[in-house]
């Protein structure tokens, strides 16, 4: 376990300095690097290849992410990203229904004669937006709060959602047909408003709660505390998040959030060097958030390009992923937001399309899998290429519009 965190934090450092050193994203070097330690075994090298489903690795990088939301949520101002709530909302709702839509028409032309409920699924996995990996790249370029940030990031939380709630309609689905009965309707509406919810709740009340929590914990003489309640409130709206039914690294944007420097100046003011959450985060998230991006790339088997079929249906997918996200520009309506840029924000799947991939690797009907292995395969490839290819494009246009303004974008 140790010596492969030695080397999956090696690695990530390795790729994110060579990318960095091109004028790329780091997150892309460290997705690199995790695709270059996951596939050692393909040159007869399979020392690295139980790592792929280290429990202990998992464990970090699925902590690493939240941590990586958590500070997102912290550097936006909930006021100004409410301002921008209509276009995020209406690029979300385009950025599910036409990918979908171009996922199934994908999936039914390459597989005639499977199940519409395949066809569906496989749309339904082009509607995840990975927030991590554009709030990567937004955070490297220092544009996490300007205008066009707000959208792509408010919208990718929104997107997947809504896409966690279109894939709890399609298992609705699927559950009825394997008992000879329709949906659970039922099922689905109590999903829909679990979702609304938690959202409401968490932004109405965790502000309010979280201001009164910091101010009882100042009257307590105790070292780190807060950093302390941070990472309580945390988990405990990433797990509550998951008791909803949702992503848990939703619940992590909601507690960053939530959270805002009046709320802890007592305890700030104890630090000797008045340290921000931020910086007390920073330190963590620099350990931990590379282990998730490499091993998120270590997860993508490049042998799957070799099974018949599959880099044909891998391409159209791709591009229809492409092409459905593209189509999110047109729900921008805030001024001074770039619409290329909220496009091109929301195409990378990284963490999500994978999950989404992992759920329908799960399902089956009528004994048999949902998503077979070269459907599966199909699927996790054209997550691995919209998560490879976004960044690179993403910091470009980023880069080009803020100059445009004569405001050149800044690096870490």
């Not at 040159?43 to 958590?70: E, Y």
């Not at 997918?317 to 091109?344: H, N, S, W, Y």
């Amino acid at each position: 376990m140790f010596g492969a965190l030695a080397l999956v934090l090696v690695g990530a450092r390795l790729g994110a300095a060579l990318c960095r050193r091109l004028g790329l994203p780091e997150v892309l070097g460290e997705l690199l690097a995790g695709i270059v330690i996951g596939n050692l075994g393909l040159i007869g090298l399979h020392a690295a290849d139980a790592l792929r489903s280290s429990p202990g690795l998992d464990l970090l990088g699925q902590i690493g992410v939240l941590f990586l939301l958590f500070m997102v949520g912290l550097e936006l101002d909930l006021s100004q990203m409410m301002r921008v709530g209509s276009s995020s909302l209406l690029v979300a709702v385009v950025g599910v229904i036409v990918p979908m839509a171009l996922g199934f028409l994908v999936s039914r032309a390459f597989h005639p004669a499977a199940p519409a409920v395949l066809h569906a699924f496989v749309g339904a996995t082009l509607c995840a937006t990975s927030v991590g990996i554009s709030a990567r790249v937004l955070a490297e370029l220092g544009r996490t709060d300007s205008a066009t940030g707000r959208v792509v990031l408010g919208a990718a939380v929104i997107d997947d959602l809504l896409g966690l709630i279109v894939l709890a309609v399609i298992a609705g689905l699927i559950s009825g047909a394997n008992h000879g009965s329709g949906p659970n309707l039922a099922a689905i509406g109590l999903m829909v408003v679990r979702a609304v919810a938690f959202l409401a709740g968490a932004i109405a009340l965790g502000r309010w709660g979280s201001r009164h929590l910091f101010r009882l914990a100042g009257r307590i003489e105790a070292e780190g505390l807060l950093l302390a309640l941070a990472l309580a409130l945390l988990f405990a709206l990433s797990w509550l998040a998951g008791a909803a039914g949702l992503a848990p690294i939703v619940g992590a944007f909601a507690a960053g959030l939530v959270l805002e420097d009046g709320h802890y100046q007592q305890l700030r003011d104890r630090d000797p060097r008045h340290r921000s959450l931020h910086q007390l985060f920073e330190p963590l998230a620099t350990f931990l958030v590379p282990v998730f991006f490499v091993l998120m790339g270590m997860r993508v088997d490049l042998s799957a390009f070799l099974a018949p079929g599959v880099p044909a249906f891998t391409l159209a997918l791709t591009v229809a992923a492409v092409i459905g996200k593209q189509a999110c520009g047109l729900g921008v309506i805030a001024p001074g937001v770039d619409r290329i840029a909220v496009g091109i924000g929301m195409i990378p799947r990284g963490e999500v399309g994978l999950i989404f991939a992992g759920i329908g690797a799960g399902l089956t009907l009528a004994g048999r899998r949902v998503i077979d292995g070269p459907g599966y395969a199909a699927v996790v490839a054209m997550v691995a290429l919209t998560t490879l290819i976004a960044p690179p494009l993403f910091a470009w246009r980023l880069r080009r519009s803020a100059e445009g303004r004569g405001a050149p974008a800044r690096g870490r």
